[in-house]
């Protein structure tokens, strides 16, 4: 064989070599152009496409709805909270006029009132609380009105080894006293499911079951237990013990930040499902 010849096995490597090239330069089988976005990555299929986007746009509506409906309740709670101040800040009324009020049907919660008549002191009745960071009880006595009528006071609180009526004889007055507090409504069920049973047989209560706290007191012909609680002003008795005052009026309003947090997750989705359907049809501009 001369030295510039070629054998057919080499030849035909030479042309294979020479006609090297990309193995598919068409279309994918079963795809088409428009399954690949201008960027060269695969654009997600109309069907996943519709789905995300209908998840996304059902995200949007609840979060907004969210996010209005605690508007709502910041306007709700900011109002409250005025007319709670404004009632506050009243000038005491007497209780014939409160009680009219509670018969319209009008809130009463916070309303300076003044009451005159005699506590029963024998029939106090013993409420587990905290004041300035010592725990101890609330002592919530009957006092009984001119007309006979009876309404349960809180005058205030007692460390624990204060509730013996004993031991603070001198802060349980047997003469006529006149009483200027907060009115406050009694609660109608027990506030919640952790909150304990009170123990009337023992004169302990943990929240103001009203008509079980005036079981055993005892009411003249015609009396009746007024329906609602007088919560006695700031001052000590004589003694030092009970301690006025220990009514808090402070309502939480933290709906402002639930506000923002709703109103953002939504803008934050409403941002990303935008990028994704700018994604989705880039290519096809």
């Not at 023992?202 to 237990?225: I, S």
Request: proline share 7%; with cysteine.
């Amino acid at each position: 064989m001369s030295k510039g010849a070629t054998t057919p096995s080499e030849g035909r490597g030479d042309a294979l070599r020479q006609g090297a090239g990309p193995a598919n330069t068409g279309p994918i089988a079963g795809g088409s152009d428009s399954d690949v976005a201008a960027t060269g990555e695969p654009r997600m299929g109309r069907g996943r496409f519709a789905l995300a986007l209908g998840f996304c746009l059902v995200g949007i509506a609840i979060l907004f709805a969210l996010g209005t409906w605690q508007l709502e309740r910041l306007y709700w709670k900011d109002a409250l909270i005025a007319e709670i101040d404004s009632r506050i800040h009243a000038e005491p009324i007497d209780l014939a006029a409160l009680k009219t009020r509670f018969a319209a049907g009008e809130p009463i919660d916070y309303t300076p009132v003044t009451v005159t008549g005699r506590f029963l002191n024998e029939h106090e009745r013993y409420f587990l609380s905290t004041f300035e960071g010592q725990a101890g009880w609330n002592v919530y006595a009957p006092l009984r009105l001119e007309n006979g009528d009876v309404v349960f006071v809180n005058r205030g609180f007692v460390p624990y080894d204060m509730r013996d009526p004993d031991r603070r004889r001198a802060g349980q007055p047997e003469e006529e006293v006149t009483v200027t507090g907060l009115a406050r409504a009694a609660p109608t069920e027990k506030p919640g499911y952790f909150t304990p049973e009170n123990e009337p047989a023992k004169d302990t209560f943990f929240w103001q079951d009203l008509p079980v706290m005036a079981e055993g007191v005892p009411l003249a012909e015609g009396a009746r237990l007024v329906p609602f609680l007088v919560a006695a002003g700031p001052g000590r008795a004589e003694g030092g013990w009970p301690v006025g005052g220990t009514t808090v009026v402070s309502l939480p309003n933290n709906h402002l930040q639930y506000v923002v947090t709703w109103y953002g997750i939504c803008l934050v989705l409403v941002v990303m499902t935008g990028m994704m359907i700018v994604r989705r049809y880039r290519g096809r501009a």
